[in-house]
């Protein structure tokens, strides 16, 4: 198990007992009995880890939106004694709060450490998505540019290359100059709804410059909003955590890009009145022929005082340069 399943707090949210601060239920009861979920009277998710008699306590306040404090807790029935009580603070951050508890539950199993010690080291390896918490919600031009982004990295990398390296791959989020990195290749993707054809806006003349050494390759995805259709961001955010299933680095960094976007599913509902239809996508290579403006295509360099460019590319006379129209199509990367 790598989470915290949602059901286990909607069983909790809908079996609340009047005049208990909090209500528990085991987190993992496949996993391990030490790690419970509870629900305090403000609606706040807690996981408790029941500490044996030898082990000492954690209190922590590091993080921003989590944490820990070691208290003695009477929960009917479950063990009456101390407990360490993580505390949710922000709703933002529920879903990696979740992976948080499935990492518990995990390392809880094999006894190899001491609870307190499970919880120092998961919370280290978490405290800096707690950091970057994002509050508000995102741009449309946002919403479209990581959709685009994990469509790729769902559909078209992440089949080709496994999930733990696709995931290192993914360089949008964490100031990489192109989407998508790694030795020998570069890719930019870019999302657009233009009803006029395959245009793209191009943020930055560096932006589709080439790696230093190696090719640049641009993938263009181009959508349609319909009410009908079944495509949305947070349904793309669920493949892509599905198929990081297990892998708990790999769905670190993965939040931790989502974090870094300004994704969070506390905007979900919002999110999910957007749909859309895949028009059409295609990945091309970026040849001297490529429509685009770059610092070596500028005879004398920039002009001193020109501090940001931007401009639009329209991809529909190039199609000699496609090198795949689908992501089931033969193609190396």
Known sequence: MSRIAEDVWKRLAGARIKGQTLWARRAAPDVTDRLLAALDAGGQRHLL????????????????????????????????????????????????????????????????????????????????FWGQLPRAILSREKQLGLIGELWFLSLWLIPRVGPSEAIVRWRGPFNGRHDFEWVGRSIEVKTTTSTRGKIHRIHGIEQLAPPERGELLFYSLRLREEAGASNTLPSLVAICRKQLEGLEEAQSRLESGLAQYGYSSAHDEEYEKQKFRVVEEGLFAVRDEFPRLTPAMITGGVPGGVEYVEYEIDLSGFEHLRVAQRSSDAFTI
């Open 49 to 128: 880890v029941y500490l044996r008699p030898e082990e000492k306590g954690l209190h922590d306040s590091h993080s921003r939106g989590l944490s820990v404090n070691t208290r003695e807790l009477e929960v009917p029935a479950h063990d009456i004694g101390r407990y360490m009580d993580i505390v949710c603070q922000d709703a933002t951050g529920h879903e990696a709060f979740d992976l948080v508890g499935g990492e518990l539950a995990q390392r809880l199993q094999t006894g190899r450490e001491s609870a307190t010690d499970c919880v120092t080291h998961v919370l280290a390896k978490w405290r800096r």
